[in-house]
């Protein structure tokens, strides 16, 4: 099922940013928790038909998530892990910036899986 393995890579993901965080490697952490994010983002969307293959269209599943359960705390949540995307690129953030966004990162997984 493909939103089982959506479902899996995000929080396999989410622990690699864990290490890589631990390990100091700030870039590298904040893309994989980036990448945790936007797979269980992919796995409600897939589950619901929505679009998911684009950033835009991940974007506009939260928009269609928050506008369903009136939860806008799920967009504050994304939005930091888009912030985590632009750190792997412009590397101008601090270890921890990225821990506590990774914890936000674990709030929103924790917030989206019952929905995938």
């Known amino acids: 099922m493909v ?24 870039r590298q952490a904040s893309e994989k928790g980036w990448g945790a994010a936007a797979q269980m983002v992919k796995s409600v969307a897939e589950r619901r038909g929505w679009a998911h293959r684009s950033h835009a269209s991940l974007y506009n599943a939260i928009a269609q998530l928050v506008s369903e359960t009136g939860d806008d705390e799920i967009r504050r949540l994304f939005a930091v892990a888009g912030d985590l995307h632009v750190n792997f690129y412009e590397n101008w953030n601090n270890a921890d910036n990225v821990a506590a966004g990774l914890a936000d990162v674990q709030r929103l997984l924790d917030r989206l899986e019952p929905f995938a």
């Open 3 to 26: 939103t089982q393995t959506y479902k899996e890579a995000s929080r396999s993901l989410l622990a690699q940013a864990e290490s890589e965080l631990a390990a100091g490697d700030v």
